[in-house]
């Protein structure tokens, strides 16, 4: 993938996000699933830096597949600042490549990778982070951001 996929997400008020139609810079993180340990971390993380991607002039947007109204009541359980969209059908997660096989305890099973996508003013992909780490991630990714 080279530039952003043109594939329309949904917010968590139901109203179509059309990726190709948002602002870039732009940051896509997909995370597994809300209110989780790990991916409420993330999403806390770059809440607290919203303002920070804002002033810089760089878009976020944070995507899993869970549904509107999860996302709705993860936002407001947490006060984030970071926007979300649900791929239910899969679509953004098939088109990232972020589906994939994964292990837990010996069990096989299929699930959203945590990855972070950088797209330029162009649209074109910047930079890929695979297989995220959350702590210090936010932060590697504005830094990264700053300098498109």
Request: net charge neutral.
């Amino acid at each position: 993938m080279d530039k952003i996929p043109d594939l329309t997400l949904v917010d968590p008020n139901g109203a179509p996000v059309r990726l190709a139609a948002l602002p870039r810079p732009l940051v896509v993180y997909f995370y597994p699933k809300d209110d989780t340990s790990g991916c409420t971390r993330e999403a806390q993380d770059f809440s607290a830096l919203a303002d920070d991607f804002a002033a810089a002039g760089v878009a976020l947007l944070g995507i899993s597949k869970d549904s509107p109204k999860r996302h709705s009541n993860f936002i407001a359980k947490y006060d984030l600042k970071v926007p979300l969209a649900s791929d239910e059908d899969g679509a953004a997660c098939e088109a990232f490549g972020v589906w994939v096989e994964k292990s837990l305890y010996g069990r096989k099973y299929m699930g959203i990778e945590r990855a972070t996508f950088l797209f330029g003013k162009e649209g074109a992909l910047v930079r890929a982070w695979r297989k995220v780490k959350v702590p210090g991630h936010a932060a590697a990714v504005l830094a990264a951001a700053k300098e498109v």
